[in-house]
């Protein structure tokens, strides 16, 4: 469990990391051609790395789910998406609404069982946690604002 903790953890800031470097990229080539770059070099360091760790031993795809292939579809969605709400919102405030919302749509499949997922309970606990960390990012992003508004001095009529 510490090792998956980790990793989760290494995953977090290299998503933080990636976001950044996309939105410079993007600012230098335009979204899409950044989604392109992105994903087409990440593309050949997973398959360079899958051939050095890996071997050709895992190349078996006859087997795989037809509909397991608009996975990276879906990854230019992501990464496109990210680039796009990064322009609007900032660095912080858009990582931290991706991984609310990525959170609460794993509850959502987990609970429901969606794509050949083991079907988990769905708890009040579950969703108690979900709206904590919603809470957490008001009050991350508006808080100060909030306490700005409280301490200023009164007007004088």
């Given at each position: ?12 800031s290299?998503v ?79 990582t ?62």
């Amino acid at each position: 469990m510490t090792l998956g903790i980790i990793i989760a953890l290494i995953a977090g800031s290299f998503v933080a990391m990636q976001v950044v470097f996309n939105s410079k990229m993007g600012e230098h080539t335009g979204s899409w051609l950044t989604t392109t770059i992105v994903l087409g070099l990440g593309a050949i360091a997973s398959l360079a790395i899958s051939l050095l760790v890996e071997g050709t031993g895992g190349y078996h795809l006859e087997n795989m789910k037809g509909w397991y292939w608009i996975s990276g579809a879906i990854g230019v969605g992501v990464v496109f998406s990210l680039m796009q709400g990064i322009k609007l919102l900032g660095p912080t405030f858009s990582t931290s609404i991706v991984l609310t919302s990525q959170l609460s749509f794993a509850l959502l499949w987990d609970s429901l069982g969606f794509f050949g997922l083991e079907k988990i309970e769905f708890t009040m606990n579950k969703l108690i946690g979900v709206l904590v960390i919603i809470g957490g990012i008001l009050v991350f992003k508006y808080g100060e604002r909030l306490s700005q508004v409280r301490n200023s001095p009164k007007r004088s009529k």
